[in-house]
């Protein structure tokens, strides 16, 4: 579906969505333009699908990120709670998963008294969640784009 | 140290690292003056810190998303174990968690035979790794940035 | 009930329920006549019940298999939960167990997208089932007959 | 690959291997001939691999089958730990698992008193094993192929 | 309370409830008259209470012991719930305790297709529990009084 | 092997192993003799094996009775582990079981303060044990002899 | 917002309430005057809040101190049975946590039937609560005010 | 040992340290002698050891408490880490407690940052500690004395 020089691309937009055509053509042994057509067709084919600043949310006072595992109360309750916790803007990312709960989030406070309060009055409160297991993430050891 | 017109732009700018100042200036009732002095403030206050291309990782084929719970076999392996994480392309994200494990990191590979193989030759013969535990997202509902 | 030389022929259609009776008589110093003999006589005590192919699910497509602990919302769950996993086709074993849950039924799926799908619409959906744990079976090392 | 017609044939060869042309013919509205010609290439595509008979394991005094899962003492034992366990004839199946442990097996005993010499002189000496969890299969509800 | 020789006789009777009043005084010299005086007080305090014979339950076909955890729906259901399992013959043990699960029960059965059926249809129905988790003794290497 | 009458004279004994054959006669319908016979094939095939008074630990101030599941360090140490136990007076009885720990034992204590001083001095200190998890029985609902 | 000096002052009387100002002006290199003139400003801070007299509870006959990790049947009860545990005098200190279990309490009992009542008669009937998880403090190593 | 006037005084003692002879005899309708009486002899006992001031914590910046379970290497750990945690301000209490963990303890901190630090650079490299496991308190809702 895509070659090298896409991967190559890829990797270089996975770090800076700004990159100038001649610098990536440099990259890649490429003219702008046929870096330019290369764009044009990862675009066309949904693979490159927009872009996104990246902000230092712990400087923004979000110094308490956290995982946290959802257990229903009954087992059929995937899309109810998902469409509910879509609802909560702290919470950024929910996946559904194997092992021991249902539900895998991660949510994005100030302190842990915001997320006392997320947990409390904002998650606790759903219909369907029987139960939840907070892991706060005392460090971000990192975090990256994969590298194709 | 923020205002709420700050906010604003940075919101637009989670989703869409691109946005002209025109576009960003009307939403906020901002000239594209003025939203250009307010950037360049939030660039060099190191709130943004650069652009992604958002790539929809899914269609190049890496399906299988897990999150992995590493155990250490002695309790100080912290640095060590992070930093041979590092070395691993797939491994995208990596945690330093309160709860059952100590490290929570998120993988990203293109099937399970791949993750098969990342986790017996690349992260289970990591040095201080006691065991792991898997969990996969069967499916990712949602992953966005957060809304400030 | 059984003697030495019925247990090499057993072990012998374990692996190939076609083996000729000449075939199995030279494995075991008897006639083919005397092999017919037995045979029948392992058919009639209903200790060999049948025969089936060896398919290859794998390259059929069936890609992901996996275990999945079964807890109950209530206690006694058993007989009603069984009845309704055997409608099922992707349920290929239940079985009643000791331990943290209450079964353990092995699932045939062609990957994960058709894991969840089969988890989210048709098991958690049992009336009964409080909650399931999947472990997803990377790689099947192995899985044969047991030699007797 | 393999059209529905391919399907119906491998379900009747999986409950019965030695289904005659014919039978398998009328239930397929195809002539034997055209049978014959459909299991040559399903077994040159090496999706039919074999035969084995089924075999009343529980009748012949296996009656304590159970899973058992692994957990290694260091992280990179699955190679090593999966050849010695298949040394052990009662261990019929291996599994290299996501979630708690490292492998689930499945074990063929006669009884409970079989159960505990495997484990304590043949699996737990394993060099590598670090703890074993066993789950009794107090009853196997059903165990049967998949249908395609 | 008790002294020294008290214990000593204590500890004679909790092996042999027949001990004769010579022997055990032989064993602490006493006469076989103080003896008696001490059983007649050991009686009247209480401290001794009746005899029972030992039974071999392995040999009479009770081959699987088991400890089973019982896990409680709602929090109080301690006495409801321990009336019913005084119902079940096979219970012979019924302890309230910390951690994970509320009671920790003793059942012996004939074997495991008795435990089964124990489980799901004398335990698993008492309205209150939610959930079992059995221990299945392999081997009871031993059982026997308190030396004081 | 044994009858119905052979059943109701166990019951008898299993709570009064001095009951008179008199009285045990009226309960079966049978003469003393015909009781002193049974006896004595009972002693005989070793299904009677001797007898214990019963006595009021309790009172005698073991009043803290607790479970402590054991992990080993190494999968191998069961026959190494339970000798050590043996050794141990306080440790009553000693089983191996399947589930999360390899033993499961049971420890009379005259209260929290000298089970902490068997825990930390006595038992944690045999080699091979890695781990243990203490149950204090906070009251002991019932304890008694199966009947047959 | 304190200083050096300010922090030398609490620690001492973190460890003594009754401690005299000449005194802790000696420790500090101050007049007793300038030391009240501290305490004043501590105090109309409300960093000082009042005073508590050490009592040795254990010496009063509380000897079972034990932590109590308390499960909700549904997850938003956070509220109500925090203010029924307050109701109990024995549970001292509640805390609400990260983890498995919603709720980690601190309760004293004089004894482990103590501790049995308190639990099946106070804690355990209050709605809300599915399941406690009790763990006793055999003993207590240390328990003292925090250095600054 | 001591009378219902005593735990009268015991309770206001514990709630103010400083609470005058007067007004604690107008409590108790006994005159400021009486009190001062029964206040000596209560020390004397060493029911009532010293004194210390209650200082807010929080408001000193100590926001972040944890409760951590401690798990050994090797089971005979006890003095040895317990000594070692000792040395470490942050660690305010120390239980050897029954249950999943060897040790709790409760740590004071300022923030997840300052956990972090303690928690990888003081606790985890303590030889015998192979894991720990943190529960931060979200919410301390209550923490009070006992009342007598």
Redesign the interface.
Known sequence: ??DEVDKKI?NI??????ASLKWIGNQCNLSAAAVHLRLKKLEK?????????????Y?????????IGI??????M??KV?KA??QI??V?????????F???VKV?CR???H??QV??EK????DG????????????????????
Chains 1, 2, 3, 4, 5, 6, 7, 8 share one sequence.
């Open positions: 579906m895509i890829l937009l996975s770090q800076d969505a700004k084919q949904k693979i490159i699908t927009g872009s996104k600043s990246v902000i230092d949310t400087k923004l006072g979000y110094q308490t990120q956290s995982f257990y229903f109360d009954r087992a059929n995937y899309k998902s916790l879509y803007p702290e950024v990312e929910c996946n559904y998963t194997t092992g021991n249902s539900l895998l994005m302190d842990n008294q997320l006392t947990l409390s998650i606790q409160v759903i969640i029987a139960r939840t297991e907070t892991f706060i993430a005392l460090e971000q050891t990192f975090n990256r784009s994969i590298q194709y």
